[in-house]
């Protein structure tokens, strides 16, 4: 009877495992930032001086099949206030394809002028991993002054 109750808790905790790890999703969150930086946000200490850029990289590593996800973007706001969050955006990588999200595509996707200062997060969520690398550059008036490149490392969440 003992091995019993024992085996059925086991197998109900294994299928509790597999539920869950059924219901995670996951996610890249890129952060943006693009547009000119105006006096008053110098000024308010939010951005340096110039003209920011950012380019998401997205590459389906898989030789032989495609990769479905759906995106969004989120906007920061100063002083720990909450921006606009764009509708889901579904999209489709064939194999070995890439794609690259650019401020042109942020500013469409939030409604938003092109050129406005912004910053916030692209989140990603794909049906298989993919390759995610956020390139980030900056001019003060005489070309690049910086470039930066990191990738963004896939995460797990659950509902």
Excluded at 6 to 13: G, T
Excluded at 88 to 103: N, P, S
């Amino acid at each position: 009877m003992r091995i019993r109750i024992v085996a059925a808790l086991l197998i109900s905790a294994a299928f509790a495992a597999v539920a869950g790890a059924q219901t995670q999703t996951r996610q890249y969150a890129a952060k943006f930032i693009c547009g000119k930086a105006s006096d008053e946000q110098v000024k308010a200490f939010l951005a340096a001086p110039g003209i920011y850029y950012t380019a998401i990289n997205v590459h389906n590593p898989r030789l032989e099949r495609p990769i479905r996800f759906q995106k969004k973007f989120a906007l920061g706001q100063p002083n720990e206030k909450v921006g606009k969050i764009s509708r889901w955006v579904r999209g489709e990588l064939k194999a070995d394809e890439t794609m690259q999200i650019d401020c042109g595509n942020i500013y469409e996707h939030l409604g938003i002028p092109p050129g406005t200062f912004i910053e916030g997060f692209a989140v990603i969520q794909p049906t298989l991993e993919l390759d995610v690398v956020g390139v980030y550059t900056a001019e003060a008036g005489n070309g690049v002054a910086t470039l930066h490149m990191e990738r963004v490392p896939l995460r797990l969440t659950s509902p």
